[in-house]
C-alpha cells in the first residue's frame, strides 16, 4: 500500500515553471499510467505555454482565480472549476487573482519532463 500525507510530500519545479506537490506519479509513487498533483502559482505568476505530446490534463482549481488558454481560446477560471486539457494542446495558465493559484493536476499517462514541449 502507498499513501502519502501533504505534509511529507517536498516541491519542485516543473518544466513550465510550476510548484508542484505530487501525491502520485512517476516521481513521488509507483503510478506509472496517471499522476496526482498541486500546482501553486503566485500572484502575478504565470505558467510557460507547453503542451503534452501524450499527456491528457484536467485541472481543478481549489483556490484562487486564473486565466486558462489553451490553443486559441481563453476563460477565467475559478474555485470548482475544472478544465480538460487534450494531449497536444498549447496552454498557459496565468494567476489573475489575489491569493496564490492552486490547482489540482491530474495526469494520464502520468506527468513526465519528456512528455513536455516548451513553446515559448
Request: proline letters at 6%; one cysteine or more; charged letters at 20%.
Amino acid at each position: 500500500m502507498h499513501v502519502r500525507s501533504y505534509a511529507q510530500i517536498e516541491p519542485f519545479i516543473t518544466l513550465d515553471g510550476s510548484e508542484i506537490r505530487e501525491w502520485a506519479g512517476r516521481i513521488s509513487a509507483p503510478a506509472r499510467n496517471q499522476s496526482l498533483a498541486e500546482a501553486t502559482i503566485p500572484v502575478g505568476g504565470a505558467t510557460t505555454q507547453h503542451y503534452h505530446q501524450l499527456s491528457e490534463e484536467l485541472y481543478l482549481v481549489t483556490a484562487g482565480q486564473g486565466r486558462l488558454v489553451i490553443d486559441d481560446e481563453e476563460r477565467i477560471i475559478s474555485e470548482g472549476d475544472c478544465a480538460l486539457i487534450p494531449p497536444g494542446a498549447r496552454h498557459k495558465l496565468f494567476n489573475v487573482g489575489a491569493e496564490p493559484l492552486r490547482i489540482l493536476c491530474a495526469c494520464s499517462p502520468a506527468y513526465s519532463d519528456e512528455d513536455t514541449c516548451l513553446t515559448e
